[in-house]
């Protein structure tokens, strides 16, 4: 029997690399011989697990904006030999970020500009390639700061500068990109969805709530988001998918002439996983939460629909479950499983994650071989 680990990392709990580690563990000890593969969609984890796969890079570190303006140390991945810099949004921009006391620091104050300085950096550091994973992220201001930060201005009708602050997205008439720092580079955005910058699976309606928007909010942002793609990209009117990855970091990246890639699809090039899965009997993938996101290009339901090209069965491990037995086998997977072991609450849940998932591989291992 033999077996490919293919887990994304789990916020807060534990990394891809970790998860590879403890499943294989387990696996090995009892006779099925197991393969662990670092993955990322696009999201958190994108550098590292670029790094791990690619075997010569080392990290590098800049001082940024966090997305409340206060100075943090950001790092990000760099392979010399390609002077390629591979940079998780999610170090400068993350959703823990945004966060004080349990409560969302008001999207209306919060921006992108962390992440488009650590893009800037890489550039001074001599990247003449950036990869930039756009998952995890906590703000919602269609990449605004990002763009601000790599030397774009923002001008309403009347030629007034404007400043970098959601609110501008309402006013803005035309967009000056000609003092932008990445002009001879190029640009890959990695995205770990598919959504659109608006409507209902874009960046406000289905993920801002997640980062703080109340319902007041939505209304808002949303017909800000609107109507600045109707300015700045009248042709597609931040209809590409991708668009909405990163509250719309996504859509500003494209503005710059980014090449729009699903993580996924990169990273496992990378790893070389198809190959491994097709010399495998069966899959074990997963996530943190299972559920209606998941299905717009998250790392499991690639996972499994590679699996299920190949005709392997596959089992999803998650953290919490919110799809019916329906819907997790139509994107492919034999079975989900929780790692949720009593009644508990999210601190716990994520501090147990690692003994968790042990026990829950250990359980499921004889049923395997």
């Given amino acids: 029997m033999k077996a490919v680990v293919a887990i994304d990392s789990f916020k807060g709990s534990f990394s891809s690399a970790e998860a590879a580690s403890i499943v294989t563990q387990v696996f090995n000890q009892n006779g099925i011989q197991s393969t662990g593969v670092i993955l990322a969609d696009g999201g958190e984890g994108t550098s590292e697990a670029f790094l791990i796969n690619h075997?010569?890079?080392q990290w590098l570190t800049a001082t940024v904006h966090d997305p409340c303006g206060n100075l943090v140390v950001a790092?990000?991945?760099?392979?010399?030999a390609k002077r390629l810099a591979v940079i998780d949004a999610a170090m400068a921009s993350g959703l823990a970020l945004v966060q004080s006391n349990g409560k969302f620091v008001d999207p209306m104050t919060t921006t992108s500009t962390g992440t488009g300085e650590l893009i800037a950096a890489a550039v001074k550091h001599?990247?003449?390639?950036?990869i930039v994973g756009l998952g995890g992220t906590g703000t919602t201001d269609a990449g605004l700061g990002l763009l601000g930060a790599l030397g774009?201005?923002?001008?309403?009708?009347q030629q007034q500068l404007l400043p970098v602050k959601p609110s501008s997205l309402d006013v803005i008439d035309h967009i000056d990109l000609s003092a932008i720092v990445t002009k001879k580079i190029k640009l890959v955005a990695c995205s770990d969805v598919d959504g659109y910058l608006t409507g209902p699976s874009?960046?406000?309606?289905?993920?801002?709530?997640?980062?703080g928007l109340t319902d007041v909010n939505l209304v808002r942002f949303e017909r800000w988001f609107q109507r600045f793609a109707q300015q700045v990209d009248p042709q597609a009117k931040g209809q590409v998918a991708g668009d909405g990855a990163a509250g719309g970091m996504g859509f500003a990246l494209r503005l710059l002439g980014a090449t729009m890639t699903p993580g996924f699809q990169l990273l496992s090039e990378v790893a070389k996983l198809k190959d491994k899965i097709a010399d495998a009997d069966i899959v074990v993938t997963g996530e943190g939460q299972l559920d209606q996101q998941s299905l717009h290009g998250k790392l499991p339901v690639q996972v499994a629909q590679l699996a299920r090209q190949y005709h392997k069965p596959c089992f999803c491990v998650a953290g919490r479950i919110q799809l019916t037995m329906s819907e997790i086998q139509a994107a492919g997977f034999t079975s989900a499983f929780s790692l949720v072991q009593q009644i508990t609450d999210l601190d716990h849940a994520i501090?147990?994650?690692?003994?968790?998932?042990?026990?829950?591989?250990?359980?499921?291992?004889?049923?395997?071989?």
């Fill in 55 to 57: 075997g010569d890079g």
């Fill in 75 to 80: 790092k990000y991945g760099y392979i010399a």
């Fill in 126 to 130: 001599g990247a003449t390639q950036v």
């Fill in 152 to 157: 774009a201005k923002f001008y309403n009708n």
């Fill in 202 to 211: 874009g960046a406000v309606q289905m993920f801002g709530p997640q980062k």
């Fill in 351 to 369: 501090g147990a994650g690692k003994h968790n998932l042990s026990l829950l591989m250990e359980r499921l291992a004889p049923l395997l071989v």
